[in-house]
C-alpha cells in the first residue's frame, strides 16, 4: 500500500516535502521487489533470469541423429553442462537407441560430475536390468531423477549412459538440465 504524506510537509521544494516524497518512492520501490512476506516476484513474461541469480537455467541436447555409439559395459558421456558456484537442482533423461537385432540386458544413466564416469549414489541414476532382451529398432527412455548439486566453483556435469548389450549396436541421446535454486 502507498504510503500518503499529508499536505503539512512545506512545499514542494522544501527539504522535508523532499524527504518524504523520496522517501515515499524508495518504500514503493521495496514493495514491488519483496512482494508481501516470505514471497519473491516472479516474471510475468517469457524472460530468462540472468546468469547467478535465482532461477537461471542451463540445460543441453543432444539429438537422435548426433546420439553417442556406446561400447559394452562402457560409460559414455551424453552431453554436459557447465555450472558456475552455487545450488543448483539438475535432471536428466538419457534414451538408449537400438539396432534391430541388438539384445540388451541393463541399462543405465546417471548425473556425474566426473567425465564418463557413473554416479550409482541413491538417486542420481536409473538402472534397467532386464533378461535378454530383443526390442527390434526402438528407443528407452532412462530418465535420473531431480537431484541437488551444491558445488564452490564452476564444474561440469554430466549425463552419464552405459549399456551392456550383444549382437549389433546401441547409441544413446538426451538431455541435461539445471536451474539455480540460490
Given at each position: 500500500?502507498?504510503?500518503?504524506?499529508?499536505?503539512?510537509?512545506?512545499?514542494?521544494t522544501?527539504?522535508?516535502?523532499?524527504?518524504?516524497?523520496?522517501?515515499?518512492?524508495?518504500?514503493?520501490?521495496?514493495?514491488?521487489?519483496?512482494?508481501?512476506?516470505?514471497?519473491?516476484?516472479?516474471?510475468?513474461?517469457?524472460?530468462?533470469?540472468?546468469?547467478?541469480?535465482?532461477?537461471?537455467?542451463?540445460?543441453?541436447?543432444?539429438?537422435?541423429?548426433?546420439?553417442?555409439?556406446?561400447?559394452?559395459?562402457?560409460?559414455?558421456?551424453?552431453?554436459?553442462?557447465?555450472?558456475?558456484?552455487?545450488?543448483?537442482?539438475?535432471?536428466?533423461?538419457?534414451?538408449?537407441?537400438?539396432?534391430?537385432?541388438?539384445?540388451?540386458?541393463?541399462?543405465?544413466?546417471?548425473?556425474?560430475?566426473?567425465?564418463?564416469?557413473?554416479?550409482?549414489?541413491?538417486?542420481?541414476?536409473?538402472?534397467?536390468?532386464?533378461?535378454?532382451?530383443?526390442?527390434?529398432?526402438?528407443?528407452?527412455?532412462?530418465?535420473?531423477?531431480?537431484?541437488?548439486i551444491?558445488?564452490?566453483?564452476?564444474?561440469?556435469?554430466?549425463?552419464?549412459?552405459?549399456?551392456?548389450?550383444?549382437?549389433?549396436?546401441?547409441?544413446?541421446y538426451?538431455?541435461?538440465?539445471?536451474?539455480?535454486?540460490?
Open positions: 500500500m502507498p504510503l500518503t504524506l499529508p499536505y503539512s510537509f512545506g512545499t514542494a522544501t527539504p522535508d516535502k523532499l524527504f518524504f516524497t523520496q522517501l515515499q518512492t524508495d518504500l514503493a520501490a521495496l514493495a514491488a521487489v519483496t512482494g508481501l512476506a516470505g514471497q519473491l516476484p516472479g516474471t510475468a513474461t517469457n524472460d530468462n533470469a540472468s546468469a547467478g541469480n535465482v532461477g537461471e537455467f542451463i540445460s543441453s541436447t543432444t539429438d537422435a541423429g548426433s546420439a553417442v555409439s556406446l561400447t559394452t559395459g562402457t560409460p559414455a558421456n551424453v552431453t554436459s553442462i557447465s555450472l558456475t558456484a552455487g545450488d543448483w537442482d539438475v535432471t536428466a533423461s538419457a534414451y538408449f537407441d537400438t539396432a534391430a537385432t541388438t539384445s540388451y540386458t541393463q541399462l543405465v544413466s546417471s548425473i556425474s560430475t566426473t567425465s564418463a564416469t557413473l554416479n550409482t549414489t541413491a538417486g542420481r541414476y536409473s538402472n534397467w536390468n532386464t533378461a535378454a532382451t530383443v526390442l527390434g529398432t526402438s528407443e528407452i527412455s532412462a530418465n535420473v531423477p531431480t537431484v541437488r551444491s558445488i564452490a566453483s564452476t564444474t561440469t556435469v554430466y549425463l552419464v549412459a552405459r549399456a551392456a548389450f550383444t549382437v549389433s549396436t546401441m547409441s544413446a538426451g538431455f541435461i538440465g539445471a536451474r539455480r535454486v540460490r
